[in-house]
């Protein structure tokens, strides 16, 4: 019989964690009401986030199985074998990240202007999203921010950016307002306010 070494005995505990509490979030969360005269309850998104919890845990426990499987029928090689660490050869997700052994792996390097010129493009994308959307509202906003990023970051052809964004931001317009009954911000300004903006 196969014992377990502490890393994978570890993975099998927080897999197992993963299912007992996304279970728990997803009845507790089920309690607080799915559904609500305006839209969405109180308790959609935990449980929608629960249940993905549990989901994603049951995965991680059914891989582990399938690594020890494989792993009590592979045959021994002999001393290559004996010199391999046990964790090593266990297959599991969280062994590997906690793995400190990382020297074949290069090192980051630090992003060049372009890299910093990206990241202070999305900022500045998100920040003037957010003082804007109270006046313009969401519809606008989200278009502008996507299109601009679309266009400044990605280098897409502007009026493929502005095909995206325009339908991105309609499509979560859609869902959220419409199928969700969730209200989004709406334009300030009486002219856009006007245009159900």
Not at 14 to 39: E, K
Not at 104 to 116: N, V
């Amino acid at each position: 019989m196969q014992t377990l070494n502490a890393p994978v005995a570890l993975e099998w505990t927080v897999a197992s964690a993963a299912v007992a509490g996304g279970l728990a979030i997803a009845v507790v969360g089920a309690g607080y009401g799915l559904t609500n005269t305006s839209g969405v309850g109180a308790g959609f998104f935990p449980t929608v986030a629960g249940t993905l919890m549990a989901l994603a845990g049951v995965l991680w426990l059914l891989q582990l199985a399938a690594a020890r499987k494989t792993a009590a029928a592979a045959p021994a090689i002999g001393d290559i074998l004996e010199s391999v660490p046990p964790h090593r050869d266990s297959g599991s997700a969280l062994v590997s990240l906690l793995d400190d052994d990382n020297s074949e792996e290069p090192e980051a390097d630090f992003p060049d202007r372009q890299g910093i010129a990206r990241v202070g493009i999305i900022a500045a994308a998100i920040l003037l999203a957010a003082l804007l959307l109270p006046y313009l509202g969401y519809t606008i906003v989200m278009t502008l921010m996507l299109g601009s990023i679309l266009f400044l970051v990605s280098k897409r052809k502007l009026w493929l950016a502005v095909l995206v964004a325009v339908g991105a931001a309609l499509a979560s317009r859609l869902v959220f307002e419409v199928w969700l009954g969730t209200a989004l911000p709406t334009a300030s300004i009486d002219f856009l306010a006007g245009l159900g903006l």
